[in-house]
Structures are given as structure tokens and as C-alpha cells.
């Protein structure tokens, strides 16, 4: 079968033929459709990414939409011919998606939505995944809460908006002036952050107190952002905790900090089917419409993977960039 192979930190993946995988007992064989691209992707290109604990030679991709082409021993969640998607590979051990075919542990993947193609549905295991984690696993968010979602209109950004939405939650969600028709769509509150001090949009928003939930999506002073902006007793959830923070307004409001690491299951084996629960989940609410991922128009192929890679890189706007295959 085709494949992209990285065979060396610093340099992109090549076109190669290599031999089709076999499921195990437990796995699944799928024929890939579309494979996602995330950030996480072009830092394991770039050897940033220890991480992700990707070995050479590499197959990347962690997102996954395709047909079932057949099943291991024991398989039983699905069956040949079932249209699925997941996050399923692409790290540690784990070849990923940007090839013809893929084993995949069945516990990681669901049936994907009836009203997406499988363009769409490659872009949406990461990012709902990771927003769900953090909103409903670690804060379970809930109707009539008042929640900040930072970097609204990024990939885990705008997926964690419509689910606080989807659960009942009152949104609002820091972003630039271009994308505050984006979040209005959601049915949330934009916030022009580059305009708007973190007391001034409390005050605003909350009357001084504070919101019951924030989830930062962009690290950095954001995170202490997040921290001077949650209630007494409320809860902060981030995607990205790296660096050195004062947790002093944390302690001063007697709230909570989680964090999210999306690649546990991936990485260490643990916690694999209670992703694929998730994005049976996702699948609902993706099928009763509370929840549309913003896709790029874009098609790429296999052949024409640099070019893809290009836009995630240059940050354009446009959408989740997805490789189509077969």
C-alpha cells in the first residue's frame, strides 16, 4: 500500500510503498478515507514533539475516517463494511493514518456521523476528544453555568464552545474581531481579547465575579489569564499547562485547575475505550446537529500532503486541514 513515511526529524514524510498491516486480535483494519492533521503532526516533523514519543520510521496521522475492511479475534463493536472514525494512531508504536490502510485497536473508534462525509469526520476525533475531556470529564459542565472558553475559534477552541453550548451552559469565548460571526453562529459571546482586559470582560460578563468555568486552549499568559478570570470555588481546565504559572489567584478563589493530556490511551494503553465512548458521543450530538466542525474546503491527497501541511502551518483560518486517500 501508499504511505507517508517520516523517516527523519526535520524533514517531511515521503511517498513510499510498504507492506498492508494485518489486524490482531482486538484490532481493526480500515480502509482510510481522510486522515486529520493537527499541530501535533508538523511538531513531530520537526522533532519538537518528545512527547508524542513517535518512532522512526513513522507513519503520522492521529485522526482516522474509513470503512471497516476487516476485523482480529475478538472484535465484536464493529464489523467489515461499518463507516468508523477515530484517534487512532500516529504516536508512540501506533502507525497512523496517512496511509492506504490502518490497524487500529477497536476500543478507539465509533460509528461515524450520517451527516458527515468522511472529509468532515477525519477533522473531529482529537479536538472533541480533548474538548470533552476537559469540559465534561474534568468539569462536567453544566446548564446555567457561565463558561469562557479561550481560543474559541481554534480546533479544540470551537468544538469546547458548542458542547458548554450543547450541555446548556452560557458561553463566551475569547477571539479576534474577524471570527466573532463564528462564535455569535454557536451561540455564544465573543470576546475581542486584544481589545478587552481580563477585569474589564469580568466585569462585564459576570458583575466581578467571575465565570464558573474557563478553558484555556492556548497556554502561555492565557493560562494566568484563566486563573484571574474564574469564580470563588469555580474551575479552570487547560489543554496546554506547560510553563511557570503563580497559582496564587487560583488559591486567593479556592478554585480548581485540571489539565488534559489527549494521548494518554494512545501512548500508555489506558483509558482506550472510554475515547471510543466519547466519540460515540460526539456522533450524537454531531447527528442532532448541536455540534459542526469547521473543515477546511481544501482537498488534498496523498500525493499532495506538502501542500496540506503548508496551510496547518500557515495558520489560515479556514478550517481542520484533512487529507483525502483511496
Known amino acids: ?6 523517516n527523519s526529524f526535520g524533514s517531511a514524510p515521503v511517498l513510499q510503498t510498504v507492506d498492508k498491516p494485518v489486524p490482531h486480535a482486538g484490532q481493526v483494519l ?26 522512526l520510521p513513522a507513519i503520522l496521522g492521529v485522526d482516522v475516517s474509513g470503512i471497516v475492511a476487516a476485523v482480529g479475534e475478538g472484535v465484536s463493536n464493529v464489523k467489515p463494511g461499518d463507516e468508523v472514525y477515530g484517534m487512532a494512531g500516529g504516536v508512540g508504536n501506533n502507525p497512523g493514518s496517512q496511509a492506504e490502510y490502518m490497524t487500529v485497536d ?21 479536538i472533541f476528544i480533548t474538548a470533552w475531556e476537559g469540559l465534561v470529564d474534568r468539569v462536567n459542565v453544566q446548564q446555567g453555568q457561565r463558561v469562557l472558553v479561550h481560543g474559541g475559534a481554534g480546533g479544540v477552541g470551537h468544538i469546547a464552545v458548542q458542547i458548554a453550548k450543547a450541555r446548556g451552559a452560557e458561553v463566551f469565548a475569547t477571539v479576534r474581531k474577524p471570527q466573532f460571526d463564528q462564535i455569535k453562529r454557536y451561540g455564544a459571546v465573543p470576546i475581542d481579547y486584544t481589545a478587552t482586559t481580563v477585569e474589564e470582560y469580568v466585569n462585564e460578563y459576570t458583575g466581578g465575579k467571575g465565570f464558573d468555568v474557563v478553558m484555556d486552549n492556548v497556554g502561555g499568559t492565557t493560562l494566568d489569564d484563566s486563573f484571574n478570570g474564574v469564580k470563588q470555588y469555580g474551575h479552570v481546565v487547560s489543554i496546554i499547562g506547560r510553563g511557570t504559572h503563580s497559582l496564587a489567584p487560583l488559591a486567593l478563589r479556592g478554585a480548581t485547575y485540571s489539565t488534559v493530556f489527549t494521548l494518554i490511551p494512545l501512548l500508555f494503553d489506558n483509558g482506550r475505550a472510554h475515547h471510543g465512548e466519547i466519540l460515540q458521543q460526539a456522533t450524537k450530538l454531531i447527528e442532532a446537529g448541536l ?26 483560518g479556514k478550517g481542520k486541514v484533512v487529507i483525502d486517500v483511496n
Do not use: W
Not at 1 to 6: E, G, P, S
Not at 42 to 49: D, L
Open 1 to 6: 500500500m501508499k504511505a507517508l513515511v517520516l
Open 30 to 55: 480500515i480502509k482510510v478515507k481522510a486522515s486529520g492533521l493537527n499541530p501535533l503532526d508538523v511538531k513531530i516533523m520537526t522533532g519538537q514533539a518528545g512527547h508524542a514519543q513517535a518512532k
Open 106 to 126: 477497536a476500543r478507539l473508534l465509533a460509528l461515524k456521523p450520517t451527516n458527515l462525509s468522511f472529509h468532515e469526520a477525519a477533522a473531529v476525533p482529537l
Open 291 to 316: 455540534v459542526k466542525p469547521d473543515v477546511s474546503p481544501a482537498v488534498y491527497s496523498l500525493e499532495t500532503a506538502t501542500a496540506a501541511y503548508e496551510e496547518l502551518k500557515g495558520k489560515t
